[in-house]
């Protein structure tokens, strides 16, 4: 029995695809799909997270007074924009992105000032020639935190080896940028740190002993 015409007029043989339909056209490759879909929509999340980040960063940039903290913040766009490109490579093809996750080093001390002292009470400001650099860097703490948390708890749900790695390992960048943001803040008085009474302390610290191991706890 003779073939019918196609629509466009010409012969197919039953058992041939047509090109358009053939996912291994050479020259071609084909997405990756080793992700579930919870984790997909994780992702947009995660990737939408950082953007936001990134955009709102250029905002603040603009009212920023103080170069040490104008520092911290292009220091961390730089660093952030670079995850946001390895974390959407490792997404869209699911192999290991072609740069690796890095290392952020902030440049702050770890010494913490404690106390509190008074200050004036905070209120909304009531237009943005108010925006000042005590809460500038509020604002960026508060990016650095969320996006810590958010990738925190997606990379538990994760089933691409590759992704759940890459964002995994970006958690502790995100932990040390939110660190060197305090550490800013604390220094110059905008982020006071209260203590308990020496004699509380003690006590609180005391309130727990270790205990002897269990056979083996390597086996």
Known sequence: MQNQPT????????????????????????PNKNH???????AHE???GIISMLDQYQMYEQHIQDPALKDILNRQ??????????????FQTGQKPSVSTQVYNMTQTHDVVYGITPSQPKKPNQS?????????????LGQTKGLATLLAMTALEMTNPVLRRVVADSVPNFIEMSYEIFLYQNKHG????PQLA??????????YTTVPTQGNMSH
């Open 36 to 42: 579930g879909g919870h984790e997909m929509f994780d």
């Open 128 to 140: 943005v020639s108010e925006l000042a650099d005590k809460g500038l860097s509020a604002y960026m």
């Open 77 to 90: 766009t730089t660093f952030v924009t670079q995850m946001y490109n390895t974390i959407v490579e490792s």
């Open 198 to 207: 020496m004699q509380d302390m003690n006590a609180m610290l005391q309130s």
């Open 7 to 30: 629509p466009q007029g010409q012969n197919m043989n039953p058992n041939q695809m047509p090109p358009t339909m053939n996912m291994n056209t050479p020259g071609t490759q084909a």
């Open 190 to 193: 905008y982020y006071q740190v």
């Open 46 to 48: 995660i990737i939408a």
